[in-house]
Structures are given as C-alpha cells and as structure tokens.
Antibody
Framework: QVQLVQSGAEVKKPGASVKVSCKAS????????IHWVRQAPGQRLEWMGW????????KYSQKFQGRITITRDTSASTAFMELSSLRSEDTAIYYC?????????????????WGQGTLVTVSS | DIQMTQSPSTLSASVGDRVTITCRAS??????LAWYQQKPGKAPNLLIY???SLESGVPSRFSGSGSGTEFTLTISSLQPDDFATYYC????????FGQGTKVEIK
C-alpha cells in the first residue's frame, strides 16, 4: 500500500533553516510528483511547491520563492523540503502529498496520499 | 491567485442529517475541484475530485456537484465518523484551499 512517512518534529530559532524528509513506499517513486503543503495553527492548508520525482524539476509558490528548496533522492525514494530564513509565522505542520496523476507535471494537481505531517516550531 | 471561500465555517448537525457545504471560487475553475476530510491530528483524506468523482473507498453517502465558481459537498446521512473538518481545493491553477468547514455534533 502507498505510504509517505515524514521525519519528526523540529524546533528552530528565527533565521534558521529546516529540512523535512518524506519517504515513499508502495509505488514507483518516479511516476508521481511530490507536493508540499503546510497548515499553520487555525489556518487553511497552503500549497508550497512540488518536485517531479523523475527529473528533479521543481515549481514553487511565489510566496515561498527564494526561501524553499525541494529535492529528492531516487535511490532512497525520498523527497525533501528545506525552508530557510524561518520566522514565527512559519510555525506549522508540513505535509508531503502525492500527486494523484502519474506522469502529470502540469499546473494543477490534487493529492491522493499524504504523509503524517511534521510539526515545525519556530521560536526564540 | 484563485481564492476559495467555504460556507458555513462551522455546521452543527445530528447523526442522520443531510449536510451540505458550499465552496465558491473567485474565478471559474471549470470542474477542477477536490474535497478532503481532515480529523484532528491527521492528514487530509481525499473524498472527491473533478467536482463529483468519488475517490475509491469513500462511502457513497458523500457526493459533490457544481462547476464554474460554485460547488457543493453533500453528506446524505451523517454518520458518527463524519464529524470532522472539510476542505475544498481548486486545481485549475496550482492549488489553493478553502478555509474549512467544521462539522460538529449538535
């Protein structure tokens, strides 16, 4: 069965960076894009960006451009999301999610499997 | 960016009730709309895509309709497991979510 398993909770100081991992299993990692979505306390879900797991192409939300880097390691079936210059407003649960359509790398996606979420707390 | 607005924000209902949640897009998104259910401490779970297509394994009491800018999610007979928060998401242009509708016990 498809599973996305994320790394554990992180506590970071303002200005630092955080890197969250997402290990995929139960399907061929390179057939579906992996997206990152976050949810701040009491806020709506917010799409951050995606990576084409086959060729490493990425697309980021303009809101995070310049601060976010999404990478992948195909040998480990794992995607990574790094967010830099952290501020208190970045305190949130960060989810990875699988694009529902194989071999689709267009400009609109929905998500059929999600990781369990990683809480990132930014506090001095 | 396409904005998504759900109503109501909170809905109080009883087991067996028919429940309807509305989602409006700031511009036409054709039928590129998905619905998710989220329970506390859990990731969202896909219910419906392309406005009305039921995801595999989702009970048939869930249904979706609409096109353009107005969409609805209906639960035909609310079950105890359905008390949760529901989100719509447009995927006409990348992805944006509604603010959520919490379905609570009346």
């Amino acid at each position: 069965q498809v599973q996305l398993v994320q790394s554990g909770a992180e506590v970071k100081k303002p200005g630092a960076s955080v890197k969250v991992s997402c290990k995929a299993s139960g399907y061929t990692f390179t057939t579906n894009a992996i997206h990152w979505v976050r949810q701040a306390p009491g806020q709506r879900l917010e799409w951050m960006g995606w990576i084409n797991a086959a060729n490493d192409n990425t697309k980021y939300s303009q809101k995070f451009q310049g601060r976010i880097t999404i990478t992948r390691d195909t040998s480990a079936s794992t995607a990574f999301m790094e967010l830099s210059s952290l501020r208190s407003e970045d305190t949130a649960i960060y989810y990875c999610a699988r694009d529902s359509v194989a071999y689709y790398y267009g400009s609109g996606s929905f998500f059929d499997y999600w990781g369990q979420g990683t809480l990132v707390t930014v506090s001095s | 960016d396409i904005q998504m607005t759900q109503s109501p924000s909170t809905l109080s209902a009883s087991v067996g009730d028919r429940v309807t949640i509305t989602c409006r897009a700031s511009q036409s998104i054709s039928r590129w709309l998905a619905w998710y259910q989220q329970k506390p401490g859990k990731a969202p779970n896909l219910l419906i895509y392309k406005a009305s297509s039921l995801e595999s394994g989702v009970p048939s009491r869930f249904s979706g309709s609409g096109s353009g800018t107005e969409f609805t999610l209906t639960i035909s007979s609310l079950q105890p497991d359905d008390f949760a928060t529901y989100y719509c998401q447009q995927y006409s242009s990348y992805a944006t979510f509604g603010q959520g509708t919490k379905v609570e016990i009346k």
